[in-house]
């Protein structure tokens, strides 16, 4: 579990923070609380819990404590700052080459923690909340063809030499792309949900679980993956094995797909999560409708499943302007 004793775990050569008791505590709970509460994903809760490291680990360099004492943070220090204070400590994250992304990630978690401490009755500081996010350039997915997600598809049994490592690792990418999975929902799978029937329930992000419709091929990589496996699991254990027997490791797929996009010359941005961003793109331009795929993905906010339809009209721009014959003679005279 992230809590105050990764928080004193000074990275890059800085001196960690020493935290009161009062505060202290307060970090361990808030961290159960979101992993009991808000049900957020163990890489969501590492990823806040180094934010507010972070934080924490700013304040006796920004507050200036007398060099060789020991300083330790307080809540009464956390309550008094200012919208200046907020903005130095984001000044800091950005010299330390943090893009605007990682920027807001890190001051949700602070803002996270503090509301959190307000809601306890430790401190309370309305500074944070008048605070603006980092602005984030507008991102638009980046999806492999249709091509080149059959390419990852067939080829990453190339760069095993383990046949049942071989099944495994296709089994998981064709999850990502033929049910439009997070690569952690799929590590997430427990060996009694397979083998797949039609649908496949699948608890996804804040433990909000959704049924997504399993293609046959889907099916017939999982089962091939279980009849390979030579480890014996039992029905609540994970799907999806390490070599060790042990659930499988996010990091060792993606380092496996690195391999492969290197081998074949495929994009940079090709990626396990580029399978699921296929998915939906490749939905799109076959006529699925938002409202669908966004049940499929299962998105929040239909906003966010919108920003396909961006992908695909950029696609249909190069096909037009490809094609057309008033662009073929634009390009020949050299026009615009």
Known sequence: MVGSAQLTCPPKGRRGANLA????????????????ERRYSEHTLVGYGRDLKFFLEFMPLHL???????FQVEAAHLAGLHALDFRAYLAWRLNDG????SLARGLSAVRGFFRFCEREDLFRNAAIHGLRTPKQPHGVPKPLTVREAATALTEITTVSGEPWVQAR??????LL???GLRIAEA????????????????????GKERLVPVLPVVRHAANAYLTLCPHAVAGDGPLFLGVRGGRLD?????????????ALGLPSTASPHALRHSFATHLLAGGGDLRTIQELLGHASL???QRYTEVDAAHLLNVYRSAHPREKTKKKKGGP
Request: glycine share 8%; proline share 7%.
């Open 21 to 36: 008791p009062a505060l202290a505590d307060a970090v361990d709970r808030w961290m159960r609380w979101l992993r009991s």
């Open 64 to 70: 200036e404590h007398p060099p060789g004492q020991v």
């Open 187 to 206: 590590l997430d799978l427990n060996r009694h949900q397979a083998p797949f029937g039609d649908v496949l329930m699948v608890k996804g992000k804040g």
């Open 177 to 179: 792309y033929g049910c």
């Open 169 to 174: 690792d296709l089994a998981v990418l064709a």
């Open 303 to 305: 906003s966010t499943t």
């Open 250 to 262: 996010q990091r060792i797929i993606r380092a496996q797909m690195q391999k492969m996009r290197i």
């Open 98 to 101: 943090l893009g605007p992304a």
